[in-house]
Nanobody, 127 residues
């Protein structure tokens, strides 16, 4: 299983970025993809997650309204649209896949639930 995250970069406060995560080699009929981030000197925190079968999604409260997670199953790609970026959004952003016990199981916002991880993409918000 390979996850390739891309789309990071340097952006000014208030700007936008769209991150992409392309998944290959994952053969389960349904699973979840999560976005996490890790700022310098801090632990990894959940950003959002989405399920491949029904598109159900969840967000960390502080990112609701600014970040939008979406998926394109045909391309095996999940996106994270980030708007109104703030300096505190600066972090390495990771995508990861999580097994779901049942099709109706919600995606989880817990790092330990995720099995495979991408390499991360750096997002820097600075003027």
């Amino acid at each position: 299983v390979q996850l390739q995250a891309s789309g990071g970069g340097l952006v000014q406060p208030g700007g936008s970025l769209r991150l992409s995560c392309t998944i290959s080699g994952f053969t389960r009929d349904y699973y979840a993809i999560g976005w996490f981030r890790q700022a310098p000197g801090k632990g990894r925190e959940a950003v959002a997650c989405i399920k491949t079968n029904d598109g159900n999604m969840r967000y960390t409260d502080s990112m609701k309204g600014r970040f939008t997670i979406s998926r394109d199953n045909a391309k095996n790609t999940v996106y994270l649209q980030m708007n109104s970026l703030k300096p505190e959004d600066t972090a390495v952003y990771y995508c990861a896949t999580s097994w779901l016990p049942r099709p109706i199981s919600p995606c989880r916002m817990v790092e330990a639930s995720y099995e495979y991880w991408g390499q991360g993409t750096q997002v820097t918000v600075s003027s």
